[in-house]
């Protein structure tokens, strides 16, 4: 398999929003942190990664650019495999497909109550002023 190491310093961009991402990404060590611009707000962070996550999902899933930024949120040290790939391992491998699908969902659950929670705590907010 096709795959890049790269070191990133804090503050330094792996990947942003809207760029053709073509790769996912596999924290080895260190910190990401995704995050959005909010127009008249500045950069929001939606969460901060770690060593054994990974980020750049939805592109492989579905092909469109990148969702949100990433930024190495502390020295950084990122494995970058290309989309193509990875499905020619999952293709190739039913084994390692069940295994890195099962972790997949399961990663994206956890995100998705998260944000779910987060929207719930900006509404109250919101609400409440």
């Not at 996550?53 to 930024?71: K, L, R």
């Not at 990875?86 to 069940?98: F, I, Q, Y």
């Amino acid at each position: 398999m096709v795959s890049v190491a790269r070191k990133y310093p804090a503050g330094a961009p792996i990947l942003t929003e809207g760029q053709a991402g073509g790769h996912l990404h596999f924290i080895r060590a260190g910190k990401v942190r995704i995050s959005k611009v909010v127009p008249g707000v500045g950069e929001e962070a939606l969460t901060i990664l770690e060593a054994g996550d990974f980020f750049g999902e939805f592109e492989f899933f579905d092909g469109a650019p990148a969702s949100a930024h990433a930024i190495a949120h502390a020295d950084c040290d990122v494995l970058s495999v290309p989309h193509a790939e990875m499905k020619g391992l999952v293709a190739r491998r039913p084994e390692t497909a069940a295994r890195f699908l099962w972790a997949f969902g399961y990663t994206l659950a956890r995100r998705l109550r998260e944000t779910n929670q987060k929207m719930a705590t900006l509404f109250a907010i919101t609400r409440q002023g």
